[in-house]
């Protein structure tokens, strides 16, 4: 089975500055999809950034970038120029590649504080 | 249209009660799931629709019955439901991955329901 590990429960950073969430997950497979996503007090999960499994190169998309470490099994999440709007709860998550719906497998969570 | 919208937003109800949860998608997505999330947890499946057929039970009680009446709805019959059952309930629809080819199958989520049972 498919595990997914947060290890930071809260992490905090100043406005502007930089910071690096952490995950780690376990899988058999060799093709799959890896998650980030946001979930704000207003409850909604919102998809940051998206990593397939087979492309070598690190997904970016504005502010927010990943370093994907296939071999170590390691997906981090970074946020550059932080804003107050940032403050969020973040969950990794891990999806199979297959030809049916298959279900998200997620960390624990990574409650991101910002701070003035 | 990128949105999956959830109603309602908050309910409240007895554990006598039977009350629905609706979800409603408008994207073509032929994948549609139902997550429990209870506070400052990740949320958990519950189930997976694939092309409106149950395709996945994470062994939930059958006081939770899932309907998919069509490729737009997804529904979630509430019976005799537990205190312990009070949570934020998610409902999500992607894409379904084609056996060849590639496609962008992420979740998209509603902004759920805040059930609680008294």
């Known amino acids: 089975a498919q595990t997914v590990t947060q290890s930071q429960p809260e992490m905090s950073v100043q406005e502007a500055e930089t910071v690096t969430l952490s995950c780690t997950y376990d899988?058999?497979?060799?093709?799959?999809?890896l998650f980030w996503y946001k979930q704000p007090p207003s409850r909604q999960m919102i998809l940051v950034i998206r990593?397939?499994?087979?492309?070598?190169q690190n997904a970016t998309e504005n502010r927010f970038s990943v370093n994907f470490q296939k071999a170590a099994k390691s997906f981090s999440l970074k946020i550059s120029d932080s804003q107050l709007g940032d403050a969020a709860m973040y969950f990794c998550?891990?999806?199979?590649?297959?030809?049916?719906?298959?279900?998200?497998?997620f960390g624990t969570g990574t409650r991101l504080q910002v701070t003035l | 249209d990128t949105e999956v919208t959830q109603t309602p937003k908050h309910l409240v109800m007895g554990m006598t009660n039977k009350k629905s949860l609706k979800c409603e998608q408008h994207?073509?997505?032929?994948?549609m799931y139902w997550y429990k999330q209870k506070a400052k947890k990740p949320p958990e499946l519950m189930f997976v629709?694939?092309?409106?057929?149950?395709?996945i039970n994470e062994s939930v009680p059958s006081r939770f019955s899932p309907e998919c009446p069509n490729s737009s709805l997804l529904n979630l019959h509430l019976h005799a439901l537990q205190p312990e059952d009070s949570a934020l309930y998610l409902c999500?629809?992607?894409?379904?991955?084609?056996?060849?080819?590639?496609?962008?199958?992420?979740?998209?989520f509603g902004q759920g329901t805040r059930l609680t049972v008294v």
């Open positions: 999500a629809s992607s894409q379904i991955q084609p056996r060849t080819g590639r496609m962008n199958t992420e979740a998209f």
């Open positions: 899988t058999s497979e060799s093709d799959y999809y």
């Open positions: 990593q397939e499994a087979y492309k070598q």
């Open positions: 998550a891990y999806r199979r590649l297959t030809g049916t719906a298959s279900k998200l497998t």
């Open positions: 994207m073509g997505h032929r994948a």
């Open positions: 629709y694939s092309y409106e057929k149950l395709s």
